[in-house]
């Protein structure tokens, strides 16, 4: 009898964020069965940065079923293109201009390698393992580490746009010389709603109030303290995600009324929220959305775990890069 091809079962699947990378082995089934992490942030040159990485990766399949089990390799980064494998001028990371990290990472590993941007790798694992499954239209949304992605889903198939660049929504302007942008514009979406858009109202709603305010005392605001000062009755904290709560409502009741999808999915570090940002959301989008569409768009939370979310999505990637091997 002669011998046949043996399926390899594993992907590795990367989740690059402004301060941390998260790298995981996973297996057809998907299940995480290796998951490490380490600084972005601490690798301002890029060249280190590969390296880094791809040490770390070798060594973790080695330690997972060794370099034959290993198919193929998914990336999720920010501002990242599908089409081209590059990150292209990334607003939130510190490598600047375009780097070809697909074609980086594929010389250094011998293995096939697949890039997209983070809301684009969401929405892929939101489709294989979560909230989209069985879906074939429907829109991810990804509110954290200071900024706002999306990726479209129409007809089971990521809508990419003629540059790979369809999406940002964070990006369209809500207000006409607004606040300053990452991306150099003013006024942007994400400048309101983000984690950091949050952080921004709630000073300055403190600076328009004399009314006393936990928000006041604390050394450092953050999203987690924001929260917290809800829960314990704050009027400033309260009114701080009613503003967002309405921003983000209006936008993304104008997305479905453009879109007209069965879904939107909401995932990131403010969804932790809950009903503080949830309950405004969802009043302001019910008056602003389309008559017609009013009612006919679920507005859902991720039910994945915010640390395995991307990584997952990543390895989805993986499976629909084509194999590819440098020592066959």
């Given at each position: 009898m002669e011998e046949v091809d043996q399926i390899k079962t594993r992907?590795?699947?990367?989740?690059?964020?402004?301060?941390?990378?998260?790298?995981?082995?996973?297996?057809?089934?998907?299940?995480?069965?290796?998951?490490?992490?380490?600084?972005?942030?601490d690798f301002p040159n890029?060249?280190?940065?590969?390296?880094?990485?791809?040490?770390?990766?070798?060594?973790?399949?080695?330690?997972?079923?060794?370099?034959?089990?290993?198919?193929?390799?998914?990336?999720?980064?920010p501002s990242a293109n599908y089409l081209t494998g590059c990150i292209e001028n990334a607003a939130n990371l510190q490598w600047k201009g375009v780097v070809p990290l697909a074609a980086m990472l594929q010389d250094r590993l011998g293995l096939a390698v697949a890039l997209a941007n983070d809301a684009h790798i969401t929405a892929l694992g939101e489709k294989a393992f979560g909230s989209a499954h069985g879906m074939k239209d429907f829109v991810v949304v990804s509110i954290s580490h200071g900024g706002l992605g999306?990726?479209?889903?129409?007809?089971?198939?990521?809508?990419?746009?003629?540059?790979?660049?369809?999406?940002?929504?964070?990006?369209?302007?809500v207000e006409v010389g607004g606040r300053l942008c990452g991306c150099g514009r003013r006024g942007c979406l994400e400048t309101?709603?983000?984690?950091r858009g949050l952080i921004k109202t709630a000073e300055e709603l403190l600076e328009e109030s004399n009314e006393p305010s936990l928000l006041s005392q604390l050394e450092e605001i953050s999203v987690r303290t924001i929260i917290d000062s809800c829960d314990k009755g704050d009027k400033v904290a309260i009114r701080t995600f009613q503003k967002v709560g309405m921003m983000l409502g209006v936008g993304l009741a104008n997305y479905a009324s453009v879109l007209n999808p069965e879904a939107i999915i909401l995932t990131g570090d403010m969804m932790q929220a809950g009903k503080w940002l949830l309950k405004p959301m969802r009043q302001a989008?019910?008056?602003?959305?389309f008559h017609n569409i009013r009612g006919n768009v679920r507005l859902l939370v991720s039910?994945?775990?915010?640390?395995?979310?991307?990584?997952?999505?990543?390895?989805?990637?993986?499976?629909?890069?084509?194999e590819y091997s440098l020592y066959k």
């Open positions: 992907v590795v699947g990367i989740d690059i964020r402004e301060g941390r990378t998260t790298y995981a082995v996973v297996n057809i089934r998907g299940e995480i069965l290796a998951l490490d992490y380490f600084q972005t942030s890029v060249a280190a940065y590969v390296t880094e990485l791809c040490d770390r990766v070798l060594a973790m399949i080695e330690e997972n079923g060794g370099y034959e089990s290993i198919r193929s390799v998914g990336i999720s980064a999306s990726c479209i889903f129409t007809n089971g198939l990521p809508h990419l746009g003629v540059n790979g660049f369809a999406g940002e929504v964070g990006h369209t302007c309101y709603v983000s984690d989008f019910d008056e602003h959305v039910i994945l775990k915010e640390g395995e979310r991307d990584v997952l999505g990543a390895s989805a990637l993986a499976w629909d890069v084509k």
